[in-house]
């Protein structure tokens, strides 16, 4: 990780001189089954920086050969014919793996339903060391929807691979923090707590990572959607409780749960952390594409 | 505008000498909320030609964030973190300007809703100053769908800079000129005139611009769009009728508002004035991203 | 053929040795109203490894202009303005055709409806070519839906210019071969035989050409799609009766017509046939932008 995070940095020395080419006999597919703005266009615009090509689907749900009854191993086949890398997003857990093991080509997971979303776990993690400029010691809170956000789920994993202080919890009950994570953290003996008192967390993390009620993964139970959406909002007020050093992070898109009244607080880290998503995404690229140039 | 359109003309011996590497460390996102094939595809065209990248949605609307509930603030935030340009069409009027108050990268309105598209209007005064040589001293005539075409509004507005002879508005009721518009031309004294009677018209007009009754724009008023529907149609004998001289224009894309057989003959501008839109987009981006160049 | 086999066999190398600049002035436009991975992501893919550009819509019914109501005719004569070259997929037999009537530029026909797919037979041969070094006297029985597949359709009329031994149809009587590829046939001296027996076909032939059952095609009739649907599957136990130099080749997209147990195989021909696309049609857009270079 911490070759990728240099690299990123270097990266954001190519973007400012205008790129490079280094990836410029590059083909890259971006096969997304949902919708996307900041991961599909960050990955692409990622490519395009250092000379690569991009062919894809922003809707292969709908458009491609899925529609006809097709498998995912049978695109994945196909399309490992054309392209040097696929990045796929998926609305089915463990899709990315299952594409993984038959594919000729690499494979990178733009996030696969209710699973994991690594590429955003690493920018997060990314942005954490850059502001912070270490990882180990801090107390990084995470909030919102801890049951679906996979980013979450990715983000705890990801930490638990450095010596973070505590990691603290707080979500609506029918959101909740799952058993698996509390499990892996368990073993990797990171400290972790669930709270539901954000006046009391805002003034003791380092890092609040909000993120948004998803109503898409409810489904049907919107009475349940209704109870979560609206319980922790990041408002003026509990901007004011924190430490100054202290951080807003938010993998966006948000909704309501940070007001717009915070963004220009220099706490909020929100749109530089998206601004890094390019940068990690490079250092990827070029990492999978060409790690010797 | 003049430097534009010299800019414009030079762009067309770019193309035909095979294009131009001036753009290539430029990436432009596409941004379309709405449906589009010739905006996009030309602006997109006009990138690539001078050597650019292009990363974007076609079906913004569904397909992004927006579908999650964030802002077009946001996204626009987010976008300006990977690129250098951001080219958008939007449903909401004042949309572009609220994207471009926000955006730290420039924005392009590629149409917002029933506002502006500043771009078309740019080529339509384009291709009336390569068919005639000037601007100055032209009738022309507006014809179709003057109350939501917003083609027709940029276009009056942009002629409201040259010393027209005189506009004439040929409209059904429905969907007439709308006072900002006649405030406007008022306001630099540009004489302009509503007529309904378009064998008249085309007996002395010098450009007339046809538009589409949008049916999309009418939502539930079928009734007043059966009314306009049809009522202005450019036929074999209206052509016969105008001046030698005269050009027939039209934004396009057209359903029956000018037949076919019209098509071939020399005043049908319309094919030629598409044509020009790739000209005058490339003339945009390199101005705005390589003006040095 | 010949021509373009050979040159799609140097495309080969052309890509292990990492692709090429020849059109790099090239803008291709990708143009589908209907659903596509392969063929899309193949033909971008090709323009991609040549140097060349793209641009398009992957759902050109819905997004473009299309749904404004312009005619097919008007939306290639303004894309024509932009492009070099346009790659398009309609869901009407004979709008290619209808579109190179009056396109300023080169229209490949990525299919029309229930019409032709004349890339992929060109592909489906090379791969014939490829495998066996020759096409004349072999034994080719195309399975499946022979009335809805434009693949077999296309394929048959490119076969009869070779000295084939014999074609074998073998569809269920709802998709049974038109009576137009038969006569065709008939004229071209190509013996064929309509059979009904998988058993025995697999027994004898050099080349089984399986495809899918295409539900989409069907509309309301879902009985006669039903009576189709799983009657000739290609299993192990057929794929036992097979002559050891016998090939497998389906242009899928698969469902359940070939089982996945077959895939290992190496008779099973398919996913070698779909990197062969690349080849091909990087060889026939380099045939029709730069036959010089």
Redesign the interface.
């Known amino acids: 990780m911490e070759t990728l995070f240099a690299l990123a940095s270097e990266m954001e020395t190519v973007v400012e001189q ?2 490079s080419s280094v990836l410029s ?1 590059k ?1 890259m ?1 971006s096969l997304f089954y949902e ?4 991961t599909r ?2 990955f ?2 990622a490519m ?2 250092l000379g690569g ?8 749900r ?9 498998t995912l ?3 994945i ?3 490992g ?3 040097d890398v696929i990045v796929m997003r998926h609305y089915q857990a463990g899709s990315a793996e299952k594409a993984a093991d038959i594919s000729a080509v690499p494979i990178i997971n733009a996030g696969d339903g209710t699973g994991q979303h690594p590429t955003q776990a690493l920018l997060d993690v990314y942005t954490i060391w850059k502001e912070f400029d270490a990882i180990d010691g801090l107390t990084i809170a995470m909030v919102g929807d801890l049951a679906n956000g996979r980013t979450v789920r990715s983000l705890a994993y990801l930490l638990s691979k450095f010596r973070v202080k505590r990691i603290i919890f707080v979500a609506p009950d029918v959101v909740a923090i799952k058993d698996d994570i509390k499990e892996h953290l368990r073993e990797h003996k990171i400290p972790f707590s669930e709270e539901d008192d954000l006046v009391a967390v805002a003034k003791k993390a380092d890092v609040i990572y909000q993120t ?1 009620i ?3 993964r409810f489904g049907d139970r919107q009475a349940d959607f209704e109870a979560a959406y609206g319980k922790y909002i990041i408002d003026k007020q509990i901007v004011a409780l924190m430490p100054e050093r202290a951080r807003i992070l938010h993998p ?4 309501n749960e940070i007001t ?1 009244e915070v963004d220009s607080d220099p706490r909020a880290a929100y ?1 530089r952390q ?2 890094n ?2 940068y990690v995404r490079m250092a990827l690229l070029k990492t999978i594409l060409a790690p010797e140039s």
């Open positions: 205008g790129g006999n083909v597919a919708p996307s703005t900041r266009l960050s692409e615009a395009r920086r090509q991009v062919i894809g689907t922003e809707n292969a709908e458009f491609s050969s899925a529609a006809k009854g097709e191993e049978d695109t086949r196909v399309i014919c054309y392209v948004r998803q109503r898409e966006l898109p948000r909704v717009t749109f998206a601004q998503g390019l």
